[in-house]
């Protein structure tokens, strides 16, 4: 029987800018008052923010890495982890920004790697390369000036797998603003997994929007997804895009994008990267576009 597996980040930014007007400056992020709601609203995955341990390093607390074993271990809730992004610069040509970086991912990768997280996400370029890629695209022949980014990313994973030790399958690299075969070949290069992004893809960040395209190319490495809707529209000869938006707010070719997880057997998860309103919103959309899948 194909079952699909639902989750969501583990931070809602509306739930954070509640809490902040409550409290002002006496205001603490607490990790599971955003985790426990998307349990009880029937979320069985969760995937950690781990930029969250650095802004608010008390969200990590022994009494709370305890809890979440416990929701791991006795209720079944499953995890993966989002490795920062936050000023990281994995592939950037200055070496002291790069070299924090990867010191940065791997004190992440050991401070989460108790609830040994079924992967975690990495950006192998960040958002300067991907400033860079977007400026030089109008340049004939301009890639050659991203070849030395590819360089510096690839010697940041060699970094981390060295340093950590980790299973190179356990680090999943996401579909982010760049060109798509460098990611691709980072990924081969070191025997990464692979996770696609939806809302990235369909608002063209990659250099495609073909999701279904996306998907079949890296489905031997893909371990999971990014679920959330975006488009990329030409209006009056200038690009406008949107992602992170709930399903049906797009262009996701929603039937035909499930039925390509039917055909590849794809059993990872589906992590929402929406606030829990509008994850609910999207799962009643596929409940109400799909009702054969039959989704809980």
Same mark, same amino acid.
């Given at each position: ?13 509306n739930?954070i ?32 923010n781990l930029d ?21 271990e006795?209720?079944n ?20 920004i ?7 991912? #791997? ?14 996400v ?10 860079l ?12 000036l991203?070849?030395?980014?590819v ?12 340093k ?21 070949? @980072? ?7 692979f ?8 608002s063209?960040?990659p ?5 279904l395209?996306?998907?079949?190319? #890296?489905?031997n490495r ?11 529209? @030409?209006?009056?000869?200038?690009e ?30 589906? #992590?929402f ?24």
């Open positions: 029987m194909f079952c699909l597996r639902f989750g969501i980040i583990s931070v809602d930014f739930k800018i509640e809490g902040a007007r409550k409290h002002g400056i006496n205001y603490k992020f607490q990790i599971l008052d955003h985790i426990k709601p998307a349990i009880e609203s029937g979320f069985k995955h969760i995937e950690l969250v341990i650095y802004s608010s390093p008390h969200c990590l607390s022994d009494k709370v890495k305890d809890e979440l074993l416990d929701l791991k006795q209720k809730i499953t995890f993966t982890a989002h490795l920062p992004i936050c000023a990281i610069e994995l592939s950037w040509l200055n070496e002291n790069r070299k924090a970086s990867v010191t940065s991912i #791997v004190e992440s990768i050991k401070i989460i790697e108790f609830l040994d997280p079924e992967y975690y990495i950006h192998a370029t960040g958002d300067h390369a991907s400033n890629y977007r400026l030089l695209k109008k340049y004939k022949d301009s890639e050659v991203i070849l030395p980014l360089e510096k990313a690839s010697q940041s994973i060699e970094e981390i797998l060295a950590t030790e980790i299973n190179p399958r356990k680090i999943a690299c996401e579909t982010v603003e760049f060109p798509l075969k460098y990611t691709i070949m @980072i990924a081969e290069n070191y025997d990464l997994s996770l696609v992004d939806t809302g990235h893809v369909l063209g960040q250099g495609t929007t073909d999701l395209k996306v998907t079949r190319t #890296v489905r893909l371990v999971g997804f990014h679920i959330h809707d975006g488009y990329l529209r @030409i209006v009056n000869g200038e406008k895009r949107a992602d992170h938006l709930p399903l049906g707010y797009g262009d996701m070719p929603l039937k035909e994008f499930f039925q390509l997880l039917k055909e590849i057997d794809f059993k990872g998860p589906l #992590v990267e929406l606030p829990l309103s509008e994850a609910l919103k999207s799962m009643k959309y596929i409940k109400e576009t799909l009702p054969e899948h039959n989704i809980a």
